[in-house]
């Protein structure tokens, strides 16, 4: 057999641990052999015996079931599958982050379609946007400034967002944190920005 046991490897902890050959435990197995062929109910001996004849290893791939299935198979091979398909699939997930993007109440016109910029990039990449306006000093008297700022982001983003929390005050700051909408992909493929058409027509 070319493995006498093998557990999870510390560097692939998400691989689950089959038992194989001397491991496993149950008296009697419902074994596949090497060409996929179910075999039947055989003792743990006979499924052991079958597996060194044709050189390979027998694992339990069903350790629940009653009695346990296990398969004639080279575990190498096996295990190196099981653990490119689990590295494939770790590839593919997207952990979603919160990115920032801060304003002044006093932004200007050009800082401000480039801030817009960075948080549609932002969108498109599937994360969080928190949009922030900080004051300082006198300027926390004029804080409508800063809501409306953020109604008018929010307004024409509308067609690519969801807003999780809708603008609020919080010290030096108001804030609103927004999510992409769940087909931003597709959407963004058409997406004009309303604030552009609107310069082009006048």
Known sequence: ?????RGKSKKNPEVPKERINNEIRANSVRLIDENGTQVGVVSLAEALSHAGRVGLDLVEVSPNANPPVCKILDFGQ??????KS???SRKKQHVVQTKEVKFGPNTEEHDYCFKKEHT???LSQHNK?????RF?????AHKEIGFQLLERLLKELQDLIV????PRNEGRTIFTIISPKKEIDKIL?????????KEEQE
């Open 86 to 88: 689990v590295k494939e």
């Open 163 to 166: 807003v999780d929390v809708k």
């Open 78 to 83: 096996y295990y190196y599958k099981k653990t």
């Open 189 to 197: 493929e058409t997406w004009v920005d309303p604030a552009k058409k």
């Open 120 to 122: 549609i990039k932002f």
């Open 1 to 5: 057999m070319s493995w006498r046991g």
């Open 129 to 133: 946007v928190k949009l922030t306006v």
């Open 136 to 140: 300082r000093g006198r300027q926390l």
